[in-house]
T-cell receptor, first 110, second 111 residues
Framework: DGGITQSPKYLFRKEGQNVTLSCEQNLNHDAMYWYRQDPGQGLRLIYY???????QKGDIAEGYSVSREKKESFPLTVTSAQKNPTAFYLC?????????FGEGSWLTVV | QKEVEQNSGPLSVPEGAIASLNCTYSDRGSQSFFWYRQYSGKSPELIMS????GDKEDGRFTAQLNKASQYVSLLIRDSQPSDSATYLC???????????FGTGTRLKVLA
């Protein structure tokens, strides 16, 4: 089945660690996005990529990094520089003007 | 700062009633508008998209757009308890394919 797969669904990070969230899509979409959602808040854009080997910072890129080496894959690394990383992370891809979301990854700092 | 504003709610309606959800946006260049439903702990699910002024109907859902007033709404007819969720409004910025989301309105449909 076509879709957007995020893994892991739940992740715990120790202080000072980098962690990478995986996002894979088999929808043949060119554009992919990473959003962060905090309780009671809207989605905030971290990074987006319109095409392979190209990506742009969103509104809250500090402390995060991405790569887009393949059309299907857009992994997000949460670095130790991100001071408050506990949140729900959503990967999305775009078809036409519409974006569709994966199931999300919960990241908790312990 | 481009924004999308929504009343956080909760909006409580009895089962079978019409639920009316509203959203305003600040970027006059926005061309596309979306309503997503998000159940607690889950990812957003697309309900409706709308691009032109007026109404767009899909089953029990009607989206309304008024670009002059920078206003988008979602009507849910014959509301069901399963409609209880947070509804996110989003606006697509013209030319950049960036999407601005509101904080969502929590809807509670009372059985």
């Amino acid at each position: 089945d076509g879709g957007i797969t995020q893994s892991p669904k739940y992740l715990f990070r120790k202080e000072g660690q980098n962690v990478t969230l995986s996002c894979e899509q088999n929808l043949n979409h060119d554009a992919m996005y990473w959003y962060r959602q905090d309780p009671g808040q809207g989605l905030r854009l971290i990074y987006y990529s319109q095409i392979v080997n190209d990506f742009q910072k969103g509104d809250i890129a500090e402390g995060y990094s991405v790569s887009r080496e393949k059309k299907e894959s857009f992994p997000l690394t949460v670095t130790s520089a991100q001071k408050n990383p506990t949140a729900f992370y959503l990967c999305a891809s775009r078809s036409g003007n519409t974006i569709y979301f994966g199931e999300g990854s919960w990241l908790t700092v312990v | 700062q481009k924004e999308v504003e929504q009343n956080s709610g909760p909006l409580s309606v009895p089962e079978g009633a019409i639920a009316s959800l509203n959203c305003t946006y600040s970027d006059r260049g926005s061309q596309s508008f979306f309503w997503y439903r998000q159940y607690s702990g889950k990812s957003p699910e697309l309900i409706m998209s709308i691009y032109s002024n007026g109404d767009k109907e899909d089953g029990r859902f009607t989206a309304q757009l008024n670009k002059a007033s920078q206003y988008v709404s979602l009507l849910i007819r014959d509301s069901q308890p399963s409609d209880s969720a947070t509804y996110l409004c989003a606006a697509g910025s013209s030319g950049t394919y960036k999407y601005i989301f509101g904080t969502g309105t929590r809807l509670k449909v009372l059985a």
